[in-house]
């Protein structure tokens, strides 16, 4: 079973400039994620998608960060304008429907705004 | 107060000890608990899950859960220095589907 595959691994910008992730889940998992990882913290929830639609999104700063799961496969989520605050690493996970169903971790995407 | 809370340590054990990792959560509806490792540098990975109060055995470790005091642990038997890393709490808050909010993770450090 191959996983969860993200593209960038690394990124570095220069505030105010614009970034754009990807994320390809496992195959067949209706659910997708997306946290913010800052160094020393937990995982925090941006954005959760139900095939394409979006379950919980209070977290994600919308005036800056947008995220589309188009014909519920596929993920991306874009900064922009980016703040040096957004550097972290960006994690996509997916997970099977139940309540007990893990999230299954990408690689990550670790952006550095300068 | 924080929904999932967890010391940050360092955890520091000797190698052959039993590690112990705690976790304390605030919303009494939530439904399951995840214990996730994640090595410097490195995305989380699954260990084990509970949802059951008692205790869950996998190995080397022991998921303990009781809802009553809201509180989740992790032991780590025969500790080896390859268990370094740090351990994420999560807590799923969802009903019909997961909300898994995660802890600040703990530190653990297995010496030689």
């Known amino acids: 079973e191959a996983g969860v595959a993200q593209s960038p691994r690394y990124k570095i910008i220069e505030k105010r400039q614009s970034v754009a992730f990807w994320c390809n889940p496992i195959s067949g998992h209706a659910t997708l994620y997306w946290y913010q990882q800052i160094l020393g913290q937990g995982p925090k929830l941006l954005i959760q998608f139900q095939n394409n639609g979006v379950v919980d999104d209070s977290q994600l700063p919308k005036d800056r960060f947008s995220a589309e799961r188009l014909k519920g496969v596929d993920s991306t989520l874009k900064i922009q304008p980016a703040k040096l605050e957004d550097s972290a690493v960006y994690l996509c996970?997916?997970?099977?429907?139940?309540?007990?169903?893990?999230?299954?971790f990408g690689n990550g995407t670790r952006l550095t705004v300068t | 107060q924080k929904e999932v809370e967890q010391n940050s340590g360092p955890l520091s054990v000797p190698e052959g000890a039993i590690a112990s990792l705690n976790c304390t959560y605030s919303?009494?509806?939530?439904?399951?608990f995840f214990w996730y490792r994640q090595y410097s540098g490195k995305s989380p990975e699954l260990i084990m899950f509970?949802?059951?109060?008692g205790d869950k055995e996998d190995g080397r470790f022991t998921a303990q859960l009781n809802k009553a005091s809201q509180y989740v642990s992790l032991l780590i038997r025969d500790s080896q220095p390859s268990d370094s890393a740090t351990y994420l709490c999560?807590?799923?808050?969802?009903?019909?589907?997961?909300?898994?909010?995660f802890g600040t993770g703990t530190r653990l450090l297995v010496s030689p």
């Open positions: 999560a807590v799923n808050r969802g009903s019909g589907f997961q909300k898994l909010v």
């Open positions: 509970i949802y059951s109060n």
């Open positions: 919303d009494r509806g939530s439904q399951s």
């Open positions: 996970a997916s997970s099977s429907r139940g309540p007990a169903s893990p999230l299954h």
